[in-house]
Each structure stands twice: as structure tokens, then as C-alpha cells.
């Protein structure tokens, strides 16, 4: 079967359009690795058991992204890397190093002594595409490193899901890690280009207002900041450089604003506001 093991899925995200998606690109499952959160996932697995769903998460460690494949439980942020490695193997998870040269929230593999632990190095990051280097670089860093080398979309829209992906025969979880363990699996991989799209897509992104979210203290609309700053969270006090505020300099970090999002009863209002099932 072909599948994405790294996967974004937004709140208001529309399961038969989800489930449409998935049947069109030919995948018998995906991880959903959104950032601190694991209940979505489960919640996607319990409607969508036609398709096998990993539950992952994106981890936020201290020196760069880390991916958590066929966890159960949230694995903190901004823990040292070989403590998350630690933590997602503790969960009889699979630790994945994501997008090892987008530079910005990318773990500098080759600097570490002794090495880290990851199962497999993501060497194909569809989303990745546009900027060139990352995915040419990793595919040159990691030529002589024996780990399994997987390539995934790191999808933030749905209609991108499974434009790369892997294909190995497996039915279950287990079998898909131990499948990508043995290298048992094929790379798919679609190149995109620089495009008027992307830098469109990118820069639009730094100045309209965030779409889905208000500030939680005035409700105000929150506003991408072309140039970031340190920010306590109003909420947890951690000091964050940040993009995202409102109009008056309120903010609350990414971590707190997720976790509030996904609390059950506002997770299911704001479903039903969207119109989507629940
Ligand atoms: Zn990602
Ligand atoms: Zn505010
Ligand atoms: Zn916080």
C-alpha cells in the first residue's frame, strides 16, 4: 500500500472530503502528525478505519523538529532531542528526523555525537519542493548514513496529501514500521518548482490575517508579522520568538493555543460552525 507518514490536518478539515482525497491518491493509510496534538488523530482514525491511521505528532524539540510515528500519548515540546528520541521509543513509537536541511526548525544531524537514535530520515519532503536545497542537500548528506530514507508530503492542505509518499506491502502499523525498517518500501517522490503559486502562496501567508484563530484574550483577529519577536505566552509564560499576534501585542504560544483548540467541547463547536461532521 502507498502512504504519507507525515501529514498536517487542520481543525475544520471535512472527513469525506478527507476520505475522497485519500481513495484518489491511491493510499491505504497516513500518519497525522499535526503539532501538539494526538486526540485529532484519533479522531480521524475512529471515522476513517477503511484507511490505516498512524497516530503521530510533530514534536518541537529543542534543537529542531522530530517526527513521532505510532504514539498514544502527547510527547512534550522543546525537550532535548535525545530525550524525545527516548520518549517517542518509550511509547514503542517510530522517531523520524523531518526535513533534515530546511535550516529554520531542522535538527543539524551530522553534529551530533554519539549519533541520534532516529528510525528513518525523511530525505523527501514534498512541501519542501520550492526551495531547492533541502531535499538535493539531504539526498547528498545522507547517501553513506544506513537508515531507512522515506519521502512524505509534510502536507498543510488536504488536496496535497500522497503527492509523495511510500509504497510497501503491509496491512498493519506494526508491519509499515517494520517494513520501512528493513528498507522493504519505494520512494515516491513529485518535484515542485519555484512558481509565481509558491511565492504567492508564501508571502500571502506573512500579511493577511490569520484565518482561523483570534486572539484568546480580545478576540481581535490575530496577524502574521513579517519579522518575528520575543513574546512571553500569556497563558504558560514561555518566552517564544514568534510571528503571530494580535493588533495590541497579546499572545499566547503556539502549544497553549493548540491545546485550547482541541479541548473537547471547542473542538466540537467550532466543527459544527464550519458545517463539518463531528
Ligand atoms: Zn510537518
Ligand atoms: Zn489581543
Ligand atoms: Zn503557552
Known sequence: MRIDLHVHIKRHQSLAELRRILRKRN???IAVTNFHNVSFA??????LPEF?????????????????????????????????????????????????????????YHAHSPRLAFDAIEVFNWRCGPWLWPNSVAALAFRHV???????????EAHTIGR?????????EAEVFAAVRAGNFIRHEETIYPSWTCAKDYFSKLFLPHRS???????????????PR?????????????????????????????????????????????????
Open 27 to 29: 493510499l491505504g493509510g
Open 42 to 47: 484519533y479522531f480521524i482514525r475512529e471515522r
Open 52 to 108: 490505516l491511521i498512524i497516530i503521530g505528532q510533530e514534536i518541537e524539540s529543542s534543537a529542531g523538529h522530530i517526527l513521532a510515528l505510532g504514539i498514544h500519548a502527547l510527547i512534550p515540546d522543546r525537550l532535548a532531542p535525545q530525550e524525545t528520541i527516548h520518549r517517542i521509543h518509550a511509547q514503542g513509537g517510530f522517531a523520524v528526523l523531518p526535513h533534515p536541511y530546511l535550516l529554520r526548525n531542522s535538527i543539524f
Open 146 to 156: 544506513q537508515l531507512p530514507k522515506i519521502a512524505t508530503t509534510d502536507s498543510k
Open 164 to 172: 509523495s509518499c511510500i509504497e510497501l506491502a503491509a496491512q498493519s
Open 213 to 227: 484563530l483570534v486572539c484568546f484574550h480580545c478576540h481581535d483577529p490575530l496577524h502574521f508579522r513579517p519579522y
Open 230 to 278: 520575543k513574546r512571553a505566552c500569556m497563558q504558560c509564560g514561555y518566552l517564544e520568538t514568534m510571528f503571530v499576534t494580535c493588533a495590541h501585542g497579546h499572545y499566547i504560544c503556539s502549544c497553549c493555543r493548540t491545546q485550547n483548540a482541541f479541548k473537547e467541547e471547542a473542538f466540537m463547536r467550532f466543527r459544527l460552525k464550519r458545517g463539518v461532521e463531528v
